[in-house]
């Protein structure tokens, strides 16, 4: 039997891997709705942003990272993954960041719950870092939205979105000098 040579199909890797993704979400969306869905992808987002977390402490050579060099870890980690994330403003209370693409592109379309990767990522690395985030998703492509808006909130406060803690053992860096407090 012969190899079909020339079928034009879009299937590679990356295609492969965000449909396995959506087909994950979408069954477990199907079986234990959005909220229950959404908990589970976050474990999954918490321990690929403290790996991720991880790579950039080693690559920097340092033991935590200011919030200036959360925000370009942040937007870096989408680019490498595809996603357009860009920076719209921070300051010493929340870093809030844009987004044009999608790293899961059109599959995301319609599943929320996938966004929790980038919620638990984003609120991983931030308060592994900083002490402290919560994430607020106040716009999303999934939820059919031109692009997303994240605020990564880095103070406690009455805001909406999910909450993040540093991990005890963990120096935190102060939020506004990156310094480890005395």
Do not use: W
């Given at each position: 039997?012969?190899?079909?040579?020339?079928?034009?199909?879009?299937?590679?890797?990356?295609?492969?891997?965000?449909?396995?993704?959506?087909?994950?979400?979408t069954?477990?969306?199907?079986v234990?709705?959005?909220?229950?869905?959404?908990?589970?992808?976050?474990?999954?987002?918490?321990?690929?942003?403290?790996?991720?977390?991880e790579?950039?402490?080693?690559?920097?050579?340092?033991?935590?990272?200011?919030?200036?060099?959360?925000?370009?870890a942040?937007?870096?980690?989408?680019?490498?993954i595809?996603?357009?994330?860009?920076?719209i403003?921070?300051?010493?209370?929340?870093?809030?960041?844009?987004?044009?693409?999608?790293?899961?592109?059109?599959?995301?379309?319609?599943?929320?719950?996938?966004c929790?990767?980038?919620?638990n990522?984003?609120?991983?690395?931030?308060?592994?870092?900083?002490?402290?985030?919560?994430?607020?998703?106040?716009?999303?492509?999934?939820?059919?939205?031109?692009?997303?808006?994240?605020?990564?909130?880095?103070?406690?406060?009455?805001?909406?979105?999910?909450?993040?803690?540093?991990?005890?053992e963990?120096?935190?860096?102060?939020?506004?000098?990156?310094?480890?407090?005395?």
């Open positions: 039997m012969g190899h079909p040579v020339d079928v034009k199909i879009d299937l590679d890797r990356d295609v492969f891997l965000r449909t396995l993704v959506r087909e994950l979400a069954s477990l969306e199907s234990i709705g959005l909220q229950e869905a959404s908990g589970y992808i976050s474990l999954v987002g918490q321990a690929v942003g403290t790996q991720i977390d790579m950039y402490l080693e690559a920097l050579g340092t033991d935590h990272l200011s919030r200036q060099q959360v925000a370009e942040l937007v870096d980690l989408k680019r490498r595809k996603g357009d994330f860009y920076v403003e921070q300051d010493d209370t929340k870093i809030v960041l844009g987004n044009r693409a999608c790293p899961f592109a059109e599959k995301v379309l319609g599943r929320e719950s996938m929790m990767m980038t919620s990522v984003f609120g991983t690395i931030a308060a592994r870092n900083l002490g402290y985030a919560s994430v607020e998703l106040q716009e999303t492509i999934a939820r059919g939205d031109a692009g997303c808006r994240v605020v990564v909130h880095l103070v406690p406060g009455p805001v909406g979105g999910r909450e993040y803690f540093a991990d005890a963990l120096p935190l860096a102060g939020p506004d000098t990156g310094t480890v407090p005395a």
